[in-house]
């Protein structure tokens, strides 16, 4: 997002990008309160740009799955939830996933 965007909208995803951070902030802060700053960034810069890229692997279309059956790509639909499970337990080494 951006190359094409008018700089108000630009701003107003920014406006609610930086209001996600900020939740997801907090609740780091809150839940994991020994989590240390340096951590909790390293966190944050891993979990936002995948959630910022999964819309592909949740949306896909039947033209889409059709040509990756004809490259031999086995497709397993998982929804957003289960990814972001995955995703969250992997990063906070709950040791499950």
Known sequence: ???RSRPERLAEFKVAYGASLDAVTR?????IPEMGEA???QFLY??????YGIYPYTSVTEKQ???MEQAGIPYVYQS???????C???????GEA
């Open 65 to 67: 799955k059709a040509a």
């Open 27 to 31: 609740m780091v802060e809150k839940y």
């Open 1 to 3: 997002m951006g190359g």
């Open 39 to 41: 951590e909790r960034q």
């Open 80 to 86: 957003a939830y289960d990814l972001t499970c995955t």
């Open 46 to 51: 891993a979990f936002f740009p995948f959630i």
């Open 88 to 94: 969250l337990k992997k990063l906070l080494n709950t």
